[in-house]
């Protein structure tokens, strides 16, 4: 997977966005870095939102404990849950509303 330096629409990258592994691919990204994602939330509203799953962005007492960090077989991959770092926060989007992601961001890196 090569990564995107700038914003990446829909339209695109159909190719990244229609592949099967999409939720492992946003989840690298959000492993290694902070990205922007944009979509579309429920009540039709468009967002943007800078976020992460780095474990040094994240404040310990918001941390996953060690049995939410389990994975298995139950895991929605419809869903993406991310820590919002503008909101400090923990956020999900619906990946098929994503209208696109923005990695390599300067101002926010490891």
């Not at 994602?37 to 939102?49: A, L």
Request: glycine content about 2%; aromatic content about 12%.
């Amino acid at each position: 997977m090569t990564k995107y330096s700038n914003i990446t629409p829909y339209a695109e990258t159909n190719n990244f966005f229609a592949k099967q592994d999409l939720y492992e691919n946003i989840k690298d990204f959000l492993h290694s870095e902070v990205i922007e994602v944009c979509f579309t939330k429920k009540n039709g509203d468009e967002r943007k939102m800078l976020c992460t799953l780095m474990d040094h962005k994240i404040p310990g007492e918001m941390a996953p404990k060690v049995e939410e960090l389990t994975e298995t077989n139950d895991v929605n991959k419809d869903y993406m849950n991310v820590f919002d770092i503008e909101a400090k926060g923990w956020r999900s989007f619906i990946l098929a509303n994503v209208k696109y992601i923005k990695t390599d961001l300067n101002d926010y890196s490891a």
